[in-house]
């Protein structure tokens, strides 16, 4: 199975901050990769498909970017919105794994 | 746009079977896969499984493959998951999600989830 890290568990910022997540995979995904947003009670929301594509009606604030075998989300000029718990997903090879998660806190 | 409409929630026993259905509306259905999902209280994501609507080929995850089956109705745009042999563990809430054939990497939109209780 390709192992998803996601780092890091959790995180606190203010807003107006830049805060990064990353997501290592065990080996190469080929951008194969999607980024999501989840609030409580709520299912996950797509935020960027194929590691660094934006979604429809999703800020801009929101970006990924690819290292190897690194991938990356990036929020800018960070909004009381935007907390929540952020996943990553892998689609390169069955089971389609997810990083293990990211609790986001707006201070 | 299409929308994934997920049956209600479920109690079950332990040891009894449970099937979720996930509905789609919209034309993009017949020519799209579904992955399920599921999220215990508290925890992560877990992936279960996914079938492509066309060829109706599907794949479970290796820990759930002898106790999960996913089907389709394209009769009715309808993904069925069967799962048996419930387990306290087996506890959470369900999500299908859907992606067109033509991107599987899009993935945006999911159903509202379906919790399954599992309890004696």
């Known amino acids: 199975d390709v192992q998803m890290t996601q780092s890091p568990s959790s995180l606190s910022a203010s807003v107006g901050d830049t805060v990064t997540i990353t997501c290592r995979a065990s080996g190469d995904i080929y951008k194969s990769l999607d980024w999501y947003q989840q609030t409580a009670g709520k299912p996950p929301k797509l935020l960027l498909s194929a590691a660094t594509r934006l979604t429809d009606g999703v800020p801009s604030r929101f970006g990924g970017s690819v290292s190897g075998t690194e991938y990356t989300l990036t929020v800018t000029n960070l909004q009381p919105a935007d907390s929540a718990t952020y996943y990553c997903?892998?689609?390169?090879?069955?089971?389609?794994?997810f990083g293990q998660g990211t609790k986001l806190e707006i201070k | 746009q299409m929308q994934l409409v997920q049956s209600g929630p479920e109690v079950k026993r332990p040891g009894t079977s449970v099937t979720l259905s996930c509905k789609g509306s919209?034309?993009?259905?017949?020519?799209?896969?579904v992955q399920w999902v599921r999220q215990a209280r508290g925890q992560g994501l877990e992936w279960i499984g996914w079938i492509v609507i066309g060829s109706g080929n599907t794949n479970v995850a290796q820990n759930l493959h002898d106790r999960v089956s996913i089907s389709r109705d394209e009769s009715t745009d309808t993904v069925h998951m069967e799962v048996r042999s419930l387990k306290s563990e087996d506890t959470a809430v369900y999500y299908c999600?859907?992606?067109?054939?033509?991107?599987?990497?899009?993935?945006?939109?999911w159903g509202q989830g379906a919790l399954v209780t599992v309890s004696s």
């Open positions: 999600a859907a992606a067109p054939a033509s991107d599987w990497l899009l993935w945006d939109r």
């Open positions: 997903q892998q689609f390169y090879r069955v089971p389609y794994t």
């Open positions: 919209g034309s993009r259905f017949n020519s799209s896969a």
